[in-house]
């Protein structure tokens, strides 16, 4: 027989990811205005260095949306001191994680102590609180990269650059990105997906830390762990998984894909078993 308690608890679980989304989200729509801001500038500023090398290597064709996704979230081939080369953390890759860690900031810590300690309270599910959470953390960072994305596309409107197909032979050029890399949209997962799956693992990490630490030691913990994975090529550094120019497909003993994904994964899975199990036994009231 169906459990008549179900229906119930399907409710109030909308409910509490409603209430997630409202006002981790929309009731916060502000914070989020700079995300299009900077990737439109950004785009425009990488434009004008695409094209410009078009046309210095007589590369036909002109640049594409596809173009500025990629050199957007491309990432950073690895540090080598060796080579006297001046290290630069890409400007893109670290503000899209870094500001999400920002808005994850201490939102978990504060609603137990706000209005949603009143919604557990009256529906007495630690675990549905939880998910409401992870849903919302998801949520949040979906809407980070689609706006990144709309600031991308509106610098192509204006500059005429809507193609979604790439032009593999400047890539070739620009960052010594094979062209194999662009046979059957295999640049879609690595430039749109990968980056997307890290950030969220790394999100649910910082929710799950602030459980332990005070919220701002989670986002300095994350914090370092991205700079960390700006200077060292390694599977132990998640930051790695989100950067084309760090994966086997461009360069020979970069990080496999099904490792960047299999990690992501895991760390996106541990983070909310442990999270969910601490959150159970835990004390609200003293906390």
């Given at each position: 027989m169906d459990n008549p308690q179900t229906p119930r608890r399907a409710r109030q679980l909308a409910l509490q990811i409603r209430y997630d989304c409202s006002s981790g989200i929309l009731h916060?729509?502000?914070?989020?205005?700079?995300v299009p801001?900077?990737?439109?500038?950004?785009?425009a500023l990488f434009y004008q260095q695409a094209d410009h090398f078009?046309?210095?290597?007589e590369i036909g064709g002109r640049v594409s949306l596809a173009d500025l996704v990629i050199l957007l979230f491309q990432g950073m081939p690895p540090f080598d001191p060796s080579t006297g080369d001046r290290f630069e953390i890409p400007a893109t890759w670290l503000f899209v994680n870094l500001y999400t860690a920002f808005l994850i900031g201490g939102y978990t810590q504060n609603d137990l102590h706000g209005c949603g300690q009143m919604l557990l309270l009256r529906s007495k599910r630690r675990g549905q609180w939880w998910l409401g959470k992870c849903v919302w953390a998801a949520a949040l960072v979906l809407s980070v990269y689609l706006l990144a994305y709309g600031g991308v596309l509106l610098a192509g409107l204006a500059a005429g650059a809507l193609s979604p197909a790439p032009t593999p032979a400047l890539h070739v050029q620009m960052s010594s990105i094979g062209e194999e890399v662009f046979e059957g949209g295999r640049w879609v997962f690595l430039v749109m997906v990968m980056p997307f799956l890290t950030s969220?693992?790394?999100?649910?990490?910082?929710?799950?830390?602030?459980?332990?630490?005070?919220?701002?030691?989670?986002?300095i913990g994350i914090a370092s762990l991205l700079v960390v994975s700006a200077f060292f090529l390694s599977p132990a550094c998640p930051g790695n998984y989100s950067m084309?120019?760090?994966?086997?497909?461009?360069?020979?003993?970069?990080?496999?894909?099904?490792?960047?994904?299999?990690?992501?994964?895991?760390m996106i899975a541990a983070s909310a078993a442990v999270?969910?199990?601490?959150?159970?036994?835990?004390?609200?009231?003293h906390k």
């Open positions: 916060v729509w502000y914070k989020l205005l700079p801001v900077v990737f439109l500038l950004a785009a078009l046309r210095l290597w969220l693992a790394l999100s649910l990490l910082q929710m799950t830390l602030s459980f332990f630490l005070k919220p701002s030691f989670s986002f084309l120019l760090r994966s086997e497909a461009v360069l020979a003993g970069g990080i496999p894909l099904w490792w960047g994904a299999a990690a992501d994964l895991l999270g969910y199990r601490y959150f159970r036994h835990c004390d609200i009231l």
